[in-house]
């Protein structure tokens, strides 16, 4: 694995062959013993509406990124994804690739944190996980990826759509001891105004620009106005909301967006001159003056900006 990005070769061994290595590895530590909040999660989910692709040569990556993709109202094939994920020179698809791609069919990609309870706990809220394992051993990895859609954790077990097997159940322990050689890398696609209940602020936040950069305003726009119901006071996603706002013609609504941000953060001066340019457009000139006064006040790299703004103002009237 290079800078943290795992790609994966096809080694043709049999499954079982494979399995049976890792169950010999050592004494497997019972799956409830690697939870954290086994207490809090219910005792077993199945996402059996799944769809599922068997994961042809070459088409592991695409195959669950398709299944994925399906689960979130996006019609894709693996034949249509391949080109968009599969590297030649790796004979696989990188993890950027992948989320990148999701982000291009119009879903929000984003990974979870690294830990079983967080994937369990997406599962039991609904959430299909894509992830990367290593089938075989550290120095002779097999990556692989797959789609986990439940758990049973009275069995200890978790269930995935894998390779050419749609339902296929593994031990969590040997599961997590597969996962856990890829940093435990998993992410979720989801419908744009839907968010994974194990995300974090910041991931959000990230995840969210990207899809604003790779997709269109008004599904952007509804992604930030999603998030802001869990962080209303994020400079960031207000912002966002505001320049959607306005890509998508909604000058009333872009301006109330960074008002509310101007307000919530007076020291951000990009908040004032956003402000200020769509009060210019909407008439209200004697608003809009008041704003890139503020925008000129705070001074700093935006300084300029916000006097070509104020100029531009004065002009007008």
Known sequence: MRSGIASYRHRWMPVAFVLLALLLGGCATPGRELLQSSTRLPPRAELSATPFYPQERYQCGPAALAMSLATA??????????????????????????????????????????????????????????????????????????VAIGYDLDLDEIILRSGVTERLTMPLSTFDRTWARSNRWGMVTLAPGKLP?????????????????????????????????????????RMGLGNTAYAAGDRKAAAEAFRQAAQEHPDNAPAFINLATVLHELGDVKQAREAAKQAVALGGPWRDAAAATLQAIEQRK
């Open 73 to 146: 109202g996006i019609e894709a094939t693996p034949d249509a994804l391949k080109p968009q994920v599969y590297v030649p020179q790796r004979e696989g698809s990188l993890q950027p690739e992948m989320l990148a791609a999701g982000r291009r069919n119009g879903a929000v990609t984003m990974t979870i944190p690294p830990t079983l309870d967080a994937l369990l706990t997406e599962l039991s809220a609904g959430n299909p996980v894509l992830v990367l394992q290593n089938l075989s051993l550290p120095w002779m990895p097999l990556w692989h990826y797959a």
């Open 197 to 237: 209940v194990t995300a974090g602020e910041h991931a959000a936040v990230d995840a969210l620009v990207a899809f604003e950069k790779g997709g269109e305003a008004g599904r952007a726009r509804k992604a930030y106005a999603s998030a802001l119901q869990r962080w209303p006071h994020n400079l960031t996603l």
